[in-house]
């Protein structure tokens, strides 16, 4: 199995100066240029690669891989410390009864609740990440949205998971989404940025690898589906289409950017199909929680009584699993 | 190409263990996604060692005693001992064929021969596991294809012609529309229960009674269906199979008691047939070979292309008439599209047809391996360049990778040859006219592919292209209700849809 | 048929007929009256072939004597050849890009403009199938009559048949599927021996009413219709080719159109009974569509679908249906 992607040919868009002199047409030029997406066909596809089976060994490995790979998340009004603390310490041991298991790979909490997560993930290897920039809808000054951004950073967020102006996108306004990706990117600091692409908003295909790109072009790290507010959010396709857009920019640039579906991933089975869709759309290059992430809550607990399922050959029952 | 663990033994049941470091060289080696093998169960099919010939609602030896073995393609161990219906044999199908016709089928009201396609469909669906199981046996085509592909359609033709049978004075074949009588049904190997469907369904929703000669490498599905219109009490006579190879197809097709023949499969035999049908009054029926083009205009989408393209190919290992053999790539967009067509080749998985998770298996015969080989090497010798990702082939069993010949010119053979197996042989244009100039370029014009995002383009391009199929940003769909057939030398006739009963019923 | 050939000539008939009384159904009169002067002697025409919409005659150089019901001798006509076969399909096939892409309407029009053509010339067709067939003058007229009726029924079929037999596949996807028929090519048509007006075109209208080209092999006994409607063809704005008439021995030109690998359709409406078998096995060479002849054929009957849709192809078109 090699990790081939197409090299840069005449359809690639060469990748532009990540700098803000960059014109809406130059933009519009550019993501209006990529090759078109055909609903059918995609939707095909994604359907095709949900029928591969991942069984016995293979199938605990990919578990494992997928529990490494959760953002652990939680994003309600009604959330409070006692709430993130306990989330925090089911992602450091997401099964206290069986120390195999591997933690997870963030927590993902509200801007206020970072200082809370990060003090109870501190030294556990699990990183914080927050939303910011007025998520879920991002209808805010810029201004709030960077104070958003910088606090969040300086609370311990190790991950910023921003939001893109949806509204601006469907206006044709490309630059001014750019933008805003450009200056929450310089105040993520040292901070890895994740884009929300909000693909349930964009509605077509074509909007979502048109996002994608000019996400990854405006310094996106992760690209990412969903809020998890809006539905649908994480579906297959759209995250075939943003795996393909990560695979060319990779083939033309050298670089990897993360995608992260977010949304509607509640069953061991998903994450299978997400995985599978990682290793034969980008390929294995991305089989790390430092390229591809799982939005989830509750894909945790059922992760976890599928793990259960396959090492001692009984069907498990949820009682036995620890609610955060 | 995706490794799948050496199919040549299926018991193996370990997991090649991801190879350390893997081929990113980078950080730690990457976790990885092996698929572990997932074969579907045998069990569910019950093979006997062998099979009698299916007439008069009976199965019956052949007169001559004569047997052919069925092998498994993908281990060549044989799976069952056939009949070989004989001259006597065909006689008597016929006969009973035409008893059937004339006592019980010909004249049962519509609604009630509908009644009977509806029960048989059901009863596919009931057995659609064990059918695809029994299929991917005989044929070597993966179960990924007889489960998601093969069984749907065909319980979806006999549904869809359930429906038919009563509603014929509505077909635009005059108030009162006749069968033709008893219909001669030779079919090919590739699509072996799906092509049985597509000529049996529509015979019997129009009144005629059939008898079918299944190919020789692949009857089981065929007795397989015999039991099923046992199990649904369809009258004697009305369905006969009879097997054998050749000399059996020709004898059921110069027998004079038919009124009908209907023939999927070569152009070469299709042209035999249609000599010996030639000043008799019977009715025939062709759908023959082809050599596709698939054109990909340079604003295509460009990820749904490459998924055309390989489904065009490589769908069935490419034993498909209507397959997108020829790539007609637009200049401009080759040097994009070829590298990303090669990346998702590596990607298909070749190995065990049972293996749920196989893209690629089996060539059906060593004779057809031959073939493929021949013309292969041809393309080669010819100065085309020859691609095919690293894959490793069963040593047991007939295979041959997913093959890309890049450089081929009109002239060469692999350009105008039908090859029916997993090869490609990619051409460039440089404008619409010569893309279109160049597909049409063949005698055959069975099935065409255009892949373009300009509607108005599509549509021109649809226009001019002769062939009986035009699949526009997509490739390899079917379905009973979708008229299918060739121009020129790819047959005449359509089969599904409206079309497909003209060519069972005489205007009245 | 055993009559002999000759030269083809332009020299005047060696048996002149005699203005005054002619036959009944016999030849047409050779002198006419005048006005009040002395009888004229008329100018015969040269009946030749008629290809690419032009009037060669035979690249062979043959001809053959026509003669009516009643055994006079009504003219010489152009004895075909195998090559002139070959030089009509090279017209009909240059024909047919252009013919089968005129719109529906157009080839409507201009089959109707063909029966516009005919009725100007009724008298002249009536007169040529009397005297082919000995029938009386209404009988022959009313036969014209039909001849240019049919052609006004298809004029109306061009833009109707493919609502008719094509039409939208409810298949079970997210799929647009239509099937709309398509002209298959070039056809050689056999005319029917007998009714050499109606009969022909009959044979002729329905083929290229849906966008074929043809070449059409004449009534081998009775060609001079045929080539007098040639002359209302090459007159109705038809484009050249796309019909194309050869005259002469229908076995001798048949098996050559049969066998001819450019060809896609085969009338044989007009073969003889002992011939249409291996005509058909000699088409069957290249899978050529073929209409087998059927045994007393009523020309005044409705003529339903069956000759256009024997030289149609269905071609169906699938294409996603996505945002």
């Given at each position: 199995?090699?990790?081939?992607?197409?090299?840069?040919?005449?359809?690639?868009?060469?990748?532009l100066?990540?700098?803000?002199?960059?014109?809406?047409?130059?933009?519009?030029a550019?993501?209006?240029?990529?090759?078109?997406?055909?609903?059918?066909?995609?939707?095909?596809?994604?359907?095709?690669?949900?029928?591969?089976?991942?069984?016995?060994?293979?199938?605990?490995?990919?578990?494992?891989l997928?529990?490494?790979?959760?953002?652990?998340?939680?994003?309600?009004?009604a959330?409070?410390?006692?709430?993130?603390?306990?989330?925090?310490?089911?992602?450091?041991?997401?099964?206290?009864?069986?120390?195999?298991?591997?933690?997870?790979?963030?927590?993902?909490v509200?801007?206020?609740?970072?200082?809370?997560?990060a003090?109870?993930?501190?030294g556990?290897?699990?990183?914080?990440?927050?939303?910011?920039?007025?998520?879920?809808?991002?209808r805010?000054?810029?201004?709030?949205?960077?104070?958003?951004?910088?606090?969040?950073?300086?609370?311990?967020a190790?991950?910023?998971?921003?939001?893109?102006?949806r509204g601006?996108?469907l206006?044709?306004?490309?630059?001014?989404?750019?933008?805003?990706?450009?200056?929450?990117?310089?105040?993520?600091?040292?901070?890895?940025?994740?884009?929300?692409?909000?693909?349930?908003?964009?509605?077509?295909?074509?909007?979502?690898?048109?996002?994608?790109?000019?996400?990854?072009?405006?310094g996106a790290?992760?690209?990412k589906?969903?809020?998890?507010?809006?539905?649908p959010?994480?579906?297959?396709?759209?995250?075939?289409?943003?795996?393909?857009?990560?695979?060319?920019?990779?083939?033309?640039?050298?670089?990897?950017?993360?995608?992260?579906?977010?949304?509607?991933i509640?069953t061991?089975?998903?994450a299978?199909r997400?995985?599978?869709?990682?290793?034969?759309?980008?390929?294995?290059?991305?089989?790390?929680?430092?390229?591809?992430?799982?939005?989830?809550?509750?894909?945790?607990?059922?992760?976890?009584?599928?793990?259960?399922?396959l090492?001692?050959?009984?069907?498990?029952?949820?009682?036995?699993y620890?609610?955060d | 190409?995706?490794?799948?663990?050496?199919?040549?033994?299926?018991?193996?049941?370990?997991?090649?263990?991801a190879?350390?470091?893997?081929?990113?060289?980078?950080g730690?080696a990457?976790?990885?996604?092996e698929?572990?093998?997932?074969?579907?169960?045998?069990?569910?099919?019950?093979?006997?060692?062998?099979?009698?010939?299916?007439?008069?609602?009976?199965?019956?030896?052949?007169?001559g005693g004569g047997?052919?073995?069925?092998?498994n393609?993908?281990?060549?161990?044989?799976?069952a001992?056939?009949?070989?219906?004989?001259?006597?044999?065909?006689?008597?199908?016929?006969?009973?064929?035409?008893?059937?016709?004339?006592?019980?089928?010909?004249?049962?009201?519509?609604?009630?021969?509908?009644?009977?396609?509806?029960?048989?469909?059901?009863?596919?669906?009931e057995?659609?596991?064990?059918?695809?199981?029994?299929?991917?046996?005989?044929?070597?085509k993966?179960?990924?294809?007889?489960?998601?592909?093969?069984?749907?359609?065909?319980?979806?033709?006999f549904?869809?012609?359930?429906?038919?049978?009563?509603?014929?004075?509505?077909?635009?074949?005059g108030?009162?529309?006749?069968?033709?009588?008893?219909?001669?049904?030779?079919?090919?190997?590739?699509?072996?229960l799906?092509?049985?469907?597509?000529k049996?369904?529509?015979?019997?929703?129009?009144?005629?009674?059939?008898?079918?000669?299944?190919a020789?490498?692949?009857?089981?599905?065929?007795?397989?269906?015999?039991?099923?219109c046992?199990?649904?009490?369809?009258?004697?006579g009305?369905?006969?199979?009879?097997?054998?190879?050749?000399?059996?197809?020709?004898?059921?097709?110069?027998?004079?008691?038919?009124d009908?023949?209907a023939?999927?499969?070569?152009?070469?035999?299709?042209?035999?047939?249609?000599?010996?049908?030639?000043?008799?009054?019977?009715?025939?029926?062709?759908?023959?070979?082809?050599?596709?083009?698939?054109?990909?205009?340079?604003?295509?989408?460009?990820d749904?292309?490459?998924?055309?393209?390989?489904?065009?190919?490589?769908?069935?290992?490419?034993?498909?008439?209507?397959?997108?053999?020829?790539?007609?790539?637009?200049?401009s967009?080759?040097?994009?599209?070829?590298?990303?067509?090669?990346?998702?080749?590596?990607?298909?998985?070749?190995?065990?047809?049972?293996?749920?998770?196989?893209?690629?298996?089996?060539?059906?015969?060593?004779?057809?391996?031959?073939?493929?080989?021949?013309?292969?090497?041809?393309?080669?010798?010819?100065?085309?360049e020859?691609?095919?990702?690293?894959c490793?082939?069963?040593?047991?069993?007939?295979w041959?990778?997913?093959?890309?010949?890049?450089?081929?010119?009109?002239?060469?053979?692999?350009?105008?040859?039908?090859?029916?197996?997993?090869?490609?042989?990619?051409?460039?244009?440089?404008?619409?006219?010569?893309?279109?100039?160049?597909?049409?370029?063949?005698?055959?014009?069975?099935?065409?592919?255009?892949?373009t995002?300009?509607?108005?383009?599509?549509?021109?391009?649809?226009?001019?292209?002769?062939?009986?199929?035009?699949?526009?940003?997509?490739?390899?769909?079917?379905d009973?209700?979708s008229?299918?057939?060739?121009?020129?030398e790819?047959?005449?006739?359509?089969?599904?849809g409206?079309?497909?009963?003209?060519?069972?019923?005489?205007h009245? | 048929?055993?009559?002999?050939?000759?030269?083809?000539?332009?020299?005047?008939?060696?048996?002149?007929?005699?203005?005054?009384?002619?036959?009944?159904g016999?030849?047409?009169?050779?002198?006419?009256?005048?006005?009040?002067?002395?009888?004229?002697?008329?100018?015969?025409?040269t009946?030749?072939?008629?290809?690419?919409?032009?009037?060669?005659?035979s690249e062979?150089?043959?001809?053959?004597?026509?003669?009516g019901?009643?055994?006079?001798?009504?003219?010489?006509?152009?004895?075909?050849?195998?090559?002139?076969?070959?030089?009509?399909?090279?017209?009909?096939?240059?024909?047919?890009?252009?013919?089968?892409?005129?719109?529906?309407?157009?080839?409507?029009?201009i089959?109707?403009r063909?029966?516009?053509?005919?009725?100007?010339?009724?008298?002249?067709?009536?007169?040529?199938?009397?005297?082919?067939?000995?029938?009386?003058?209404?009988?022959?007229?009313?036969?014209?009559?039909?001849?240019?009726?049919?052609?006004?029924h298809?004029?109306?079929?061009?833009?109707?048949?493919?609502?008719?037999?094509?039409?939208?596949?409810?298949?079970?996807?997210?799929?647009?599927?239509?099937?709309?028929?398509?002209?298959?090519?070039?056809?050689?048509?056999?005319?029917?021996q007998?009714?050499?007006?109606?009969?022909?075109?009959?044979?002729?209208?329905?083929?290229?009413?849906?966008?074929?080209?043809?070449?059409?092999?004449?009534a081998?006994?009775?060609?001079?219709?045929a080539?007098?409607?040639a002359?209302?063809?090459?007159?109705?704005?038809?484009?050249?080719?796309?019909?194309?008439?050869?005259t002469?021995?229908?076995?001798?030109?048949?098996?050559?159109?049969?066998a001819?690998a450019d060809?896609?359709?085969?009338?044989?409406?007009?073969?003889?009974p002992e011939?249409?078998?291996?005509l058909?096995?000699a088409?069957?060479?290249?899978?050529?569509?073929v209409?087998?002849?059927?045994?007393d054929?009523?020309?005044?009957?409705?003529?339903?679908?069956?000759?256009?849709?024997?030289?149609?192809?269905?071609?169906t078109?699938?294409?996603?249906?996505?945002?």
């Amino acid at each position: 199995m090699t990790d081939t992607a197409p090299p840069p040919g005449a359809a690639a868009p060469s990748p532009l100066p990540p700098d803000a002199a960059v014109s809406n047409a130059a933009l519009r030029a550019l993501l209006h240029g990529l090759p078109g997406v055909d609903e059918v066909g995609v939707q095909a596809r994604a359907a095709d690669l949900a029928t591969r089976s991942v069984k016995t060994t293979a199938k605990a490995r990919a578990i494992d891989l997928a529990i490494s790979m959760v953002d652990l998340t939680t994003l309600e009004g009604a959330d409070t410390p006692g709430k993130v603390r306990a989330l925090c310490a089911k992602a450091v041991r997401p099964d206290p009864a069986d120390r195999a298991v591997p933690s997870v790979a963030a927590v993902c909490v509200y801007p206020d609740l970072a200082r809370t997560a990060a003090d109870a993930l501190a030294g556990s290897g699990v990183a914080v990440a927050s939303v910011a920039t007025a998520f879920p809808s991002g209808r805010a000054p810029l201004e709030a949205k960077l104070a958003d951004t910088r606090r969040a950073v300086a609370d311990g967020a190790a991950e910023i998971d921003m939001v893109i102006d949806r509204g601006a996108f469907l206006a044709g306004d490309y630059r001014a989404v750019y933008d805003q990706i450009l200056a929450v990117k310089e105040a993520c600091g040292p901070a890895h940025l994740k884009v929300i692409l909000e693909t349930g908003e964009l509605a077509t295909y074509d909007n979502v690898r048109r996002a994608s790109w000019l996400a990854i072009h405006a310094g996106a790290d992760f690209i990412k589906t969903s809020t998890g507010k809006v539905a649908p959010a994480a579906t297959l396709p759209v995250t075939l289409i943003m795996l393909e857009a990560v695979r060319d920019h990779h083939a033309a640039t050298g670089r990897r950017v993360g995608v992260k579906p977010a949304g509607g991933i509640r069953t061991t089975k998903d994450a299978l199909r997400n995985l599978v869709l990682v290793n034969e759309v980008a390929g294995p290059g991305w089989l790390d929680p430092a390229h591809f992430r799982l939005g989830a809550s509750s894909l945790l607990n059922d992760l976890l009584m599928q793990r259960t399922r396959l090492s001692t050959g009984s069907y498990p029952g949820p009682d036995y699993y620890t609610l955060d | 190409m995706a490794e799948q663990p050496d199919r040549a033994d299926p018991a193996a049941g370990t997991e090649r263990a991801a190879r350390p470091g893997g081929p990113h060289g980078t950080g730690p080696a990457p976790l990885g996604l092996e698929y572990a093998p997932a074969p579907e169960s045998r069990a569910v099919v019950s093979l006997r060692p062998s099979y009698e010939l299916f007439i008069d609602g009976e199965f019956t030896p052949a007169a001559g005693g004569g047997e052919l073995t069925t092998l498994n393609p993908a281990d060549e161990e044989p799976l069952a001992r056939v009949a070989v219906a004989g001259a006597a044999d065909i006689d008597r199908a016929v006969a009973a064929a035409r008893r059937a016709y004339e006592g019980v089928w010909g004249r049962m009201p519509g609604a009630e021969r509908g009644q009977y396609l509806f029960r048989i469909a059901r009863i596919i669906q009931e057995r659609s596991r064990e059918l695809a199981v029994l299929e991917t046996l005989d044929n070597g085509k993966p179960i990924k294809e007889t489960r998601d592909v093969d069984l749907p359609l065909v319980a979806a033709h006999f549904f869809y012609h359930a429906g038919w049978a009563d509603k014929l004075a509505h077909a635009g074949l005059g108030p009162a529309p006749r069968p033709l009588g008893v219909a001669a049904q030779v079919i090919p190997w590739n699509f072996p229960l799906l092509m049985l469907a597509w000529k049996i369904a529509p015979a019997l929703a129009t009144g005629n009674t059939v008898v079918l000669k299944p190919a020789e490498t692949t009857p089981l599905t065929a007795l397989a269906f015999a039991e099923i219109c046992q199990e649904a009490d369809l009258p004697p006579g009305v369905v006969n199979i009879v097997t054998g190879a050749g000399d059996t197809g020709r004898a059921l097709v110069a027998h004079p008691g038919t009124d009908k023949v209907a023939f999927t499969g070569s152009t070469e035999v299709g042209r035999e047939i249609a000599r010996a049908v030639a000043g008799t009054p019977k009715r025939l029926t062709l759908e023959l070979g082809g050599k596709g083009a698939n054109i990909v205009y340079d604003d295509a989408a460009l990820d749904q292309a490459v998924e055309g393209v390989v489904s065009g190919i490589f769908f069935n290992q490419g034993h498909v008439c209507c397959a997108g053999s020829r790539l007609l790539v637009q200049e401009s967009v080759a040097d994009d599209l070829l590298p990303r067509l090669r990346a998702r080749i590596e990607r298909l998985r070749l190995g065990d047809p049972l293996d749920k998770n196989t893209d690629i298996g089996a060539i059906n015969s060593a004779a057809q391996l031959d073939r493929v080989r021949e013309l292969a090497r041809a393309g080669a010798d010819e100065g085309a360049e020859s691609w095919s990702p690293a894959c490793p082939l069963p040593e047991r069993g007939y295979w041959f990778p997913p093959t890309v010949l890049t450089g081929v010119t009109q002239a060469h053979r692999v350009a105008r040859e039908e090859i029916f197996g997993p090869v490609l042989s990619v051409l460039t244009f440089r404008t619409p006219e010569e893309a279109v100039a160049k597909a049409n370029n063949t005698p055959y014009g069975l099935s065409a592919g255009i892949w373009t995002e300009k509607g108005s383009r599509m549509l021109w391009t649809a226009e001019r292209l002769r062939a009986g199929v035009v699949w526009s940003n997509t490739f390899n769909k079917f379905d009973p209700a979708s008229p299918f057939g060739g121009y020129k030398e790819s047959g005449y006739g359509r089969e599904g849809g409206r079309h497909g009963l003209e060519g069972y019923l005489v205007h009245a | 048929m055993s009559t002999p050939e000759r030269p083809a000539a332009d020299t005047p008939d060696a048996q002149p007929h005699l203005a005054a009384a002619p036959e009944p159904g016999g030849p047409a009169p050779d002198r006419l009256p005048a006005g009040a002067g002395p009888a004229r002697l008329a100018v015969r025409k040269t009946y030749k072939l008629y290809v690419g919409g032009a009037f060669p005659r035979s690249e062979s150089g043959r001809c053959y004597p026509v003669t009516g019901a009643h055994g006079g001798h009504l003219a010489n006509a152009a004895l075909a050849s195998r090559k002139d076969a070959r030089d009509a399909v090279v017209a009909a096939r240059a024909a047919f890009a252009g013919w089968a892409g005129r719109t529906a309407y157009n080839r409507g029009q201009i089959l109707y403009r063909v029966a516009e053509m005919m009725e100007g010339r009724r008298a002249q067709y009536a007169a040529e199938i009397a005297e082919a067939d000995g029938i009386a003058a209404d009988h022959a007229d009313r036969l014209v009559c039909a001849a240019v009726d049919r052609w006004v029924h298809y004029a109306g079929w061009p833009d109707k048949i493919a609502q008719v037999v094509g039409g939208a596949n409810p298949v079970s996807g997210p799929y647009f599927n239509l099937s709309t028929p398509e002209p298959t090519g070039v056809v050689a048509v056999l005319a029917p021996q007998r009714a050499p007006l109606l009969g022909l075109v009959s044979v002729i209208a329905p083929v290229i009413a849906t966008g074929n080209t043809c070449v059409v092999v004449a009534a081998e006994r009775a060609p001079l219709p045929a080539l007098t409607l040639a002359e209302a063809l090459a007159v109705s704005d038809l484009p050249g080719g796309v019909v194309n008439i050869l005259t002469g021995r229908t076995a001798e030109i048949a098996p050559h159109l049969a066998a001819h690998a450019d060809v896609n359709g085969l009338d044989l409406t007009g073969a003889a009974p002992e011939e249409a078998a291996e005509l058909e096995r000699a088409a069957a060479g290249t899978l050529k569509r073929v209409l087998r002849p059927r045994p007393d054929e009523d020309w005044t009957a409705d003529p339903g679908l069956a000759r256009m849709t024997a030289f149609l192809e269905t071609k169906t078109v699938w294409h996603p249906v996505g945002r």
